[in-house]
């Protein structure tokens, strides 16, 4: 029994043969190797900001999450180490204002006390990053002005 064998020419290299197809490598990209990620449903949001939470927190190497986000955000988690208390996420909602970006808020409570987050993502050709990720403390009270007595 013979086993015939077909060579493909190289798409930029060699003129194709007769009746032979030639696929750019632009066209073998969009062909399905690199498809573009799904969209994300409310538990992968969560999963991604507790790692973007403990990156905040310290418990997590920032480089870690680098892929996943912006060099602005990035910028922000992997600033000055301060001892921060544990941040966990009690409720999270999210919204798809446009098909490709994804917007979450977040309720995040640390020694008993809560707080709002609010974070932006947005769909790449490699996948989805965080462009915006804040974390709201209420501020700290004034101190009263002492009246002389």
């Known amino acids: 029994m013979i086993e015939e064998h077909r060579v493909r ?5 060699e003129v194709p ?29 969560g999963h991604l900001l507790n790692m973007l939470l403990e990156a905040y927190d310290g418990r997590r190497p920032a480089a870690q999450v680098r892929a996943l986000v912006a060099p602005e955000v990035y910028a922000g988690l992997s600033g000055p180490r301060l001892p921060r208390p544990r941040h966990r996420t009690q409720t999270i909602h999210t919204c798809t204002p446009a098909p490709d970006v994804v917007e979450a808020c977040a309720r995040v409570e640390a020694d008993g006390r809560s707080f709002a987050l609010a974070a932006r993502f947005t769909r790449t050709p490699t ?5 915006r ?8 009270p004034a101190h009263p002005n002492r009246r002389a007595a």
Request: glycine share 8%; proline share 11%; hydrophobic share 30%.
């Open 9 to 13: 020419t190289l798409a930029d290299y």
């Open 17 to 45: 043969r007769p009746g032979e197809q030639s696929v750019t490598p632009r066209e073998h990209r969009r062909a399905g190797r690199c498809p573009a990620p799904r969209q994300l449903d409310a538990g992968e949001v």
């Open 127 to 131: 996948g989805w990053r965080c462009e």
């Open 133 to 140: 990720f804040a974390l709201l403390r209420p501020q700290q």
